[in-house]
Structures are given as structure tokens and as C-alpha cells.
């Protein structure tokens, strides 16, 4: 089964647990919330989260599944203003500023376990990109999830290293040319 869909949002990556003492005892827990008092809202990535696995819970009909996965995903940030011109192109933008592209995988992963998946570990493939959208354009999640037919890796075996090299074809190995001086 191979779902794609743009999931509206604002991207938000896993904050990073915390620790607390309760009895005498250290505990450990995931941010919810964030501020104090009156200026206390729930942690962007709770909504991110919500909306993630409301969108795929809703495409997704067959459960979770044991078999691998592929999991491609691009988020799309809102353009600043400073970055938007009326006399020049406006291209997409790499986003390199915060959140880090591993705690928005780790916030898509999570929250599809029990979705789609058991267990994130199960997630063996996919591609993960940053941008800033074009003025006017959605931010948002542009997600691909592709269930995986076989546990076996559809690389190809690269003989002369002994390790597995994805797109080797002999005549035109660099890593073959370069462990066998050119004849690979």
C-alpha cells in the first residue's frame, strides 16, 4: 500500500524529553505544554502531531502493519517576509534554521506508530527535505508512506567490497574502480 498526501500545518519537531523528581524518583516525559501561567499553550509540535496522524489515520485504512516501510517526507515552511521581493524571483528556499530535520522525523515517526506501523523502527527507508515555500504557498507536510513487499534490500550486491552499494552497476562502480585501480 503506498499512500501521498499535504497535510496543512505547521511543522514542529520532538522536543526533547525531560526530567522531573516525583517521590524521591526521576521521571521522564515529553513536553506538552510550553510557557508559564497565563502564557501557557500546547508545545507546537501537539498540534503538529494532531494533525499528522488525523490526516493519515484517515488515508491509511488497513491498520498497522509488521512489514517494512519507506517514508518520504518535505516540510514546508512559511517564507518570512524578509525573504519575499516584488521585483525578483521568489524560488523555494532550503530551511536552515531550527527545528533540526531529525526531530521532525522522529515527531512524523512517532506519531503514525499504532497508525501504520507497530514500531518506528520499522521505517527503513525515505528522504527527509526542508524548505521555505514560495510567497502565498501552504506550509505544510508533503508526505509519502509506501509500504515495503519484502524484508529483503532491493540494492544491488557490490561483489568486490563485500558490502551492498545501492545503484552499483560494475562497469561504472566509482567504489569498485577505486578498490580495484579501474577494472572493477
Same mark, same amino acid.
Given at each position: 500500500?503506498?499512500?501521498?498526501?499535504?497535510?496543512?500545518?505547521?511543522?514542529?519537531?520532538?522536543?526533547?524529553?525531560?526530567?522531573?523528581?516525583?517521590? #524521591?524518583?526521576?521521571?521522564?516525559? +515529553?513536553? =506538552?505544554?510550553?510557557?508559564?501561567?497565563?502564557?501557557? /499553550?500546547?508545545?507546537?509540535?501537539? @498540534?503538529?502531531?494532531?494533525?499528522?496522524?488525523?490526516?493519515?489515520?484517515?488515508?491509511?485504512?488497513?491498520?498497522?502493519?509488521?512489514?517494512?516501510?519507506?517514508?518520504?517526507?518535505?516540510?514546508?515552511?512559511?517564507?518570512?517576509?524578509?525573504?519575499?521581493?516584488?521585483s525578483k524571483p521568489n524560488p523555494p528556499l532550503w530551511h536552515?534554521?531550527?527545528?533540526?530535520?531529525?526531530?521532525?522525523?522522529?515527531?512524523?515517526?512517532?506519531?503514525?506508530? #499504532?497508525?501504520?506501523?507497530?514500531? +518506528?523502527? =520499522?521505517?527503513?527507508?525515505?528522504?527527509?527535505?526542508? /524548505?521555505?515555500?514560495?510567497?502565498? @504557498?501552504?506550509?505544510?507536510?508533503?508526505?509519502?508512506?509506501?509500504?515495503?513487499?519484502?524484508?529483503?534490500?532491493g540494492g544491488r550486491f557490490c561483489g568486490s567490497l563485500s558490502?551492498?552499494?545501492?545503484?552499483?552497476?560494475?562497469?561504472?562502480?566509482?567504489?569498485?574502480?577505486?578498490?580495484?585501480?579501474?577494472?572493477?
Amino acid at each position: 500500500m503506498r499512500i501521498k498526501l499535504f497535510i496543512p500545518c505547521v511543522p514542529a519537531g520532538q522536543p526533547r524529553a525531560k526530567a522531573t523528581s516525583f517521590g #524521591g524518583k526521576a521521571r521522564m516525559y +515529553d513536553p =506538552q505544554t510550553i510557557g508559564k501561567g497565563i502564557d501557557r /499553550r500546547p508545545h507546537p509540535a501537539v @498540534e503538529f502531531r494532531y494533525a499528522v496522524s488525523t490526516a493519515v489515520r484517515e488515508a491509511w485504512k488497513s491498520g498497522p502493519s509488521d512489514k517494512p516501510f519507506r517514508v518520504d517526507s518535505v516540510f514546508v515552511f512559511a517564507r518570512p517576509k524578509a525573504k519575499t521581493f516584488k521585483s525578483k524571483p521568489n524560488p523555494p528556499l532550503w530551511h536552515m534554521s531550527k527545528p533540526d530535520r531529525d526531530n521532525l522525523d522522529k515527531s512524523v515517526l512517532d506519531c503514525l506508530t #499504532g497508525i501504520v506501523w507497530a514500531d +518506528d523502527s =520499522q521505517v527503513v527507508a525515505g528522504s527527509l527535505e526542508k /524548505r521555505t515555500g514560495i510567497p502565498g @504557498e501552504q506550509s505544510g507536510l508533503m508526505l509519502t508512506i509506501e509500504e515495503l513487499e519484502s524484508e529483503v534490500f532491493g540494492g544491488r550486491f557490490c561483489g568486490s567490497l563485500s558490502t551492498t552499494v545501492v545503484q552499483c552497476s560494475r562497469d561504472a562502480c566509482p567504489l569498485c574502480e577505486m578498490r580495484t585501480g579501474g577494472a572493477g
